[in-house]
């Protein structure tokens, strides 16, 4: 009681002497003066959200919805990070911003937008200098830091092009050069880093900051500084970022910025806190957010009144760390932050925008885990929604993707026919007369005996120095074999066949070489056809096959004849495989995290992930909110195969995530528990 009677007592205090503050204290954006109130997403895939490779932009449209829902108006996006994958480089200089690059960001800034969340984009970080990266990377780095034409070639480009053509978009708050550079200094660095003077990160943010400026007049640059340490003067505290020190760093008298960025968590003591002086007590002459800082008590100072505290206290912004990286905050908790601060202070945090409210959607009939006999007609019911419009129309969907129905007025209601055995996930997208689409929650649904069951190509035994693991988002769990070579073997082992007798199997493939391939099909070490895959090229198709089995231990092999050409998966009756299959992986040439088997699952589930080479890992298990329900497994793992066991006893029924992280490969899938 003694500790909230004093945090009262200092609330109070903030609110009468501080208030003053806020209303001069706002970051300018969408035509108007709003305190930033939202969180980190940092990033979805660490480094490689933007540029070559696969853009989770589902994932990006479900947490910008879900800041939107609750009263937020910003969040912090990571770029280049550590430039592992952007810029692109050429020798000794940068070539250009990155294939898809910019489309990648604009698509994910067009999505924000939507949902009026706009973002501060964070260009680099002080991991482009961690030593774990190696030092090519931190070589390559310290010459983009260091060497004027270097920082040049980055500015011409990549910064620029990217500048210019996203000049203008309303999903940008900012450009922000630099997340916590002082980590990477001779003066402040730390020991993970290699580092370099103050003098070269202050150029450099010159240096952006000018460019940025005179690409587009109306942007604004910030730069997000570790803590006050390097933001201030106050108490023996040394501000890099002043208008005149990095003009003289730099040179350039329109490279400076418009507004600062400060970080703050509990390591900084209460001197440096936000949470425990006003804006005005550090002395600067611009606006500060506070750009990242953990949802726990600060001091005395209750995790629920953090963003309050600041709103009232004259910061202009309070963005907590970090929707995706949630060791110690939790998005629930950033939510209610928002929804607090949109209740009570609407006025400074609502972004006039495209928006409006969306959509509210939800599966009524079936019931969850219902099971339905063969050739049965489902109907399906959805409830739909909206509070400042009507909804135009409500699509059905099963596993995503697959549409089978559609309705325009309540009662929302289909009949799904002619049901083929399977085990099936419902959902239900309702539309509104805004164009805004929300997906309900999925429904489990299981009808008649599932009758194949794939065993993905990545998980099979590999031999041959030409066949590698690729990922691709359309194939059966976004990973395939690419067999560039014509010799080596693919082998599936099926475990405790309960009898014998022939089956059809199919295999999934893409003829992405030239057309037809031929390969050998071995059964249990005795070979059994050639067999011509055909049809359209660069298309995943199917081909099936019947072969003899015994009961007990069996193998499939394709051994390649012709090779070239892409495997996704070997198909099977599930009566053939009522046990986990046996899936090693040897000599893996990417990351990868397979599916979690058997799935829907009650009681123990396997996941399997394969590395290309050692790396700490962390493999954990989280609800769909994003709270942790289970970390099984967190150390350093050698390369190859690896097995984790995850028992959902203490767990209800629903749907999960399991999130692999090894070095900087982030991945996650969803898993269906039914008890």
Request: proline share 4%.
């Amino acid at each position: 009681m003694k500790s909230n009677i004093l945090y009262w007592v200092f609330l109070s205090t903030f609110t009468a002497v501080f208030s003053t503050y806020a209303a001069g204290n706002r970051i300018h954006y969408n035509n108007q003066d709003l305190f930033l109130s939202g969180a980190n997403v940092a990033s979805v895939n660490f480094a490689q959200d933007i540029g070559p490779g696969w853009t989770d932009l589902d994932t990006f449209a479900d947490i910008f919805l879900d800041v939107h829902d609750h009263g937020g108006n910003a969040m912090r996006l990571w770029l280049h990070t550590n430039g592992e994958a952007t810029p692109e480089f050429g020798d000794s200089t940068v070539t250009g911003p990155g294939t898809d690059a910019i489309s990648d960001l604009k698509a994910i800034l067009d999505l924000a937008w939507e949902r009026e969340v706009g973002l501060v984009l964070c260009l680099w970080s002080f991991n482009m200098m961690e030593k774990k990266y190696g030092t090519a990377l931190t070589d390559r780095s310290r010459a983009l830091l260091t060497d004027s034409s270097f920082t040049q070639s980055y500015i011409d480009n990549a910064l620029v092009p990217m500048v210019e053509a996203l000049k203008g978009h309303p999903g940008i708050i900012a450009w922000e050069v630099f997340n916590e550079p002082e980590g990477m200094s001779n003066e402040l660095g730390w020991s993970t880093t290699q580092h370099v003077p103050m003098s070269a990160i202050q150029r450099f943010v010159n240096r952006c900051a000018g460019a940025i400026h005179q690409t587009d007049s109306t942007a604004l640059v910030t730069n997000g500084s570790k803590s006050f340490k390097s933001q201030t003067d106050v108490d023996g505290s040394t501000n890099y970022y002043t208008d005149s020190r990095l003009i003289a760093a730099g040179g350039d008298s329109s490279g400076t910025l418009d507004f600062y960025s400060v970080h703050w968590y509990e390591g900084d003591g209460i001197a440096l806190s936000p949470f425990h002086h006003s804006k005005d007590y550090w002395g600067l002459d611009k606006p500060i957010v506070v750009a990242e800082f953990h949802m726990k008590n600060a001091f005395g100072v209750p995790l629920e009144h953090l963003y309050d505290v600041l709103y009232t206290s004259g910061y202009a912004g309070a963005l907590a760390w970090s929707w995706t990286d949630n060791v110690v905050s939790q998005p629930a908790q950033m939510r209610a932050a928002m929804q607090s601060m949109w209740d009570t202070h609407r006025e400074d945090v609502d972004v006039h925008g495209i928006g409006g409210d969306w959509p509210a959607v939800a599966i009524t009939v079936p019931a969850a885990n219902t099971q339905f006999p063969e050739n049965a007609e489902v109907t399906i019911t959805a409830e739909a929604s909206d509070s400042d419009g009507s909804i135009a129309l409500v699509e059905f969907f099963v596993s995503d993707t697959t549409k089978i129905g559609e309705a325009v007025a309540a009662p929302y209601t289909i009949v799904w026919k002619a049901m083929l055995p399977g085990s099936y996930i419902l959902t239900a997208v309702a539309t509104d007369n805004q164009g805004h689409e929300r997906t309900s929650d999925p429904v489990a649904i299981k009808v008649g005996t599932p009758p194949m069951v794939r065993l993905e190509a990545e998980a099979a035994t590999r031999q041959g120095s030409g066949m590698t693991i690729r990922t691709d988002p359309t194939a059966s769990n976004r990973y395939y074999v690419d067999m560039a070579t014509g010799t080596g073997t693919l082998t599936w082992k099926l475990t405790g066949v309960p009898t014998a007798g022939n089956v059809e199997i199919a295999f999934g493939y893409n003829l992405n070489y030239n057309t037809p391939k031929g390969q050998y099909i071995n059964v249990n070490g005795k070979r059994v056809t050639e067999l011509m895959f055909d049809g359209a090229m660069k298309k995943w198709q199917e081909k099936k096959l019947s072969v003899d089995l015994v009961q007990g231990d069996n193998t499939i092999q394709m051994e390649l004849s012709w090779g070239w050409m892409y495997i996704d998966y070997l198909a099977v009756p599930s009566s053939v495989i009522p046990t986990t299959v046996e899936t090693p992986i040897e000599n893996p040439e990417c990351f990868a995290l397979m599916q979690n088997y058997p799935n829907p699952f009650n009681g123990e589930t396997k996941i399997l992930y394969v590395l290309p080479k050692a790396a700490d890992v962390r493999l954990e298990v989280l609800d769909l909110s994003g709270r942790r329900m289970a970390v099984l497994f967190q150390a350093r793992q050698t390369e190859g195969a690896h097995e984790a066991v995850f028992d959902s006893k203490n767990l209800a029924s629903g749907i999960y995530i399991f999130r692999l992280r090894a070095g900087t490969f982030v991945d996650q899938k969803r898993m269906l528990l039914l008890k």
